[in-house]
């Protein structure tokens, strides 16, 4: 069963902090990885999507790394700001057609 | 200048009624679909429409019916309304199916609560 995992479920840190949040995967047969972002009652908005072939894309202070071997992907926030605060969703595209398997995501604080 | 749009935002309603979501896309894109995200926060695919057609059905109850009119629309009409189906519903579209850059971009969602 190809399933997405994400841990921590939630995550607390001070303002300026660099952090990692991680996502995995059970098939390492991806044909590209997506990150978003949700905020409470808002939709998704896109933050970096990274093909099967790449290792890693960056985005202002957003740093996402794939690793399809180990079924891991990596979202490095760099000095992390309490306009950060969000769900953060990453999801894997396994098949030829465009769906998407999201994970369960990672509730992200940063405190002022 | 909303690139994926969705009415309503909030749908509040009785069992047993027939409710519809609309979704507009206007960013040119081939391939629309929904999500549901239940109460747990997890977003599950739903359908997927390619210029019009359907190409996937994830064993939605078959209370639920999409309807694309056209390649910028992905309406969603639920019959029989039940409690389980409260939820938020979310309206996405990509440039097409099969490209291997695909980003999907999402609607804001409509918060659909049956009582």
């Known amino acids: 069963k190809q399933e997405v995992t994400q841990i921590p479920a939630a995550l607390s840190v001070p303002e300026g902090e660099n952090l990692v949040l991680n996502c995995s995967f059970t098939?390492?047969?991806?044909?590209?990885l997506q990150w978003f972002r949700q905020d409470p009652g808002k939709g998704l908005t896109s933050l970096l999507l990274i093909q099967s072939s790449q290792r890693e894309q960056t985005s202002g202070r957003l740093n996402a790394s794939l690793d399809k071997s180990s079924g891991r992907s990596t979202l490095y926030i760099a000095a992390s700001q309490p306009g950060d605060s969000a769900t953060y969703l990453c999801?894997?595209?396994?098949?030829?057609?465009?769906?998407?398997?999201f994970g369960g995501g990672t509730r992200l604080m940063v405190k002022p | 200048d909303t690139a994926v749009s969705q009415t309503p935002k909030y749908l509040v309603t009785q069992m047993g009624n027939d409710k519809s979501i609309k979704c507009e896309q206007n960013?040119?894109?081939?391939?629309m679909y929904w999500y549901k995200q239940d109460s747990k926060k997890f977003l599950k695919i739903m359908f997927s429409?390619?210029?019009?057609?359907?190409?996937i059905n994830e064993t939605v109850p078959n209370r639920f019916s999409p309807k694309s009119p056209d390649k910028a629309h992905l309406n969603l009409h639920i019959n029989s309304l039940e409690l389980g189906d409260s939820a938020v519903y979310f309206c996405a579209s990509s440039q097409d199916w099969l490209a291997p850059y695909n980003e999907q971009f999402f609607g804001p969602g409509t918060r659909l609560t049956v009582l």
């Open positions: 999801a894997v595209r396994y098949n030829a057609g465009n769906m998407l398997t």
């Open positions: 960013l040119g894109h081939d391939t």
């Open positions: 429409y390619n210029n019009k057609e359907l190409i």
């Open positions: 098939d390492s047969a991806i044909y590209n």
